[in-house]
């Protein structure tokens, strides 16, 4: 990739939020928005050919929950992915991959943020030496990014319209990421026709079994 196109990439996806908090949107005006990329449906995001059910009624309550949830894993990927380019020992395609997903990551951390209520406390990270490794740290790339596109799709229908028609435009981007690193590591960008969805329990069972975040 040359550094045209992934400056070009870092305007066109990795600084969406970024422009909109400059340009003065304020939390509520970002959430009611509709800001929906293509991709995404607004009414939720298809699953095996069907929408996942919720969990229970949407809410604003609810809302923050999953938000908190989705915060955590932004957090997780920001971390990762910083922590790998401060390292430095990551060279080629999978640096410029890293350096692009890194400026998204900090982009949907800030967006989160602002959308939730309170700020739960970040967690502290332990990436067991997987970030100074080029291997493991892109091996370990794929499996986040599908969490995480996972974790998403399963949280759709929990959402209220407005907050999830303002985290489709991440989860867009996630499924990028998805597709970029797994074409690096030679995997099929798109291996199915239909995405999976991963309750919360699962996502944070997932997350446990890494030993990434340290409470």
Not at 45 to 68: E, F, I, N, T, Y
Not at 110 to 125: I, K, W
């Amino acid at each position: 990739m040359s550094s045209e196109e992934r400056t070009a990439m870092q305007h066109t996806d990795g600084e969406q939020v970024a422009l909109m908090e400059r340009d003065g949107m304020s939390r509520a005006a970002m959430i009611r928005g509709g800001m929906v990329a293509s991709g995404a449906v607004s009414a939720g995001l298809l699953v095996g050919g069907r929408v996942a059910p919720a969990q229970s009624a949407p809410s604003a309550a609810q809302d923050q929950r999953v938000l908190a949830l989705i915060l955590e894993l932004e957090r997780l990927e920001d971390a990762f992915y910083s922590d790998a380019l401060r390292i430095g020992r990551i060279g080629g395609e999978l640096r410029e991959y890293a350096e692009v997903v890194a400026a998204h990551e900090k982009a949907h951390v800030a967006f989160v943020t602002r959308a939730l209520d309170s700020t739960p406390a970040a967690p502290r990270f332990d990436f067991k030496g997987v970030t100074g490794d080029p291997r493991r740290f892109a091996d370990a790339a794929v499996m986040i990014e599908d969490l995480v596109v996972a974790a998403y799709n399963g949280q759709a229908t929990n959402l209220t319209r407005p907050t999830l028609e303002a985290a489709s435009r991440i989860a867009s981007v996630e499924s990028r990421h998805a597709a970029w690193i797994r074409d690096l590591v030679g995997k099929p960008p798109s291996p199915s026709a239909t995405d999976d969805a991963r309750s919360e329990a699962d996502v944070r069972a997932a997350l446990g079994r890494t030993g990434f975040i340290v409470r």
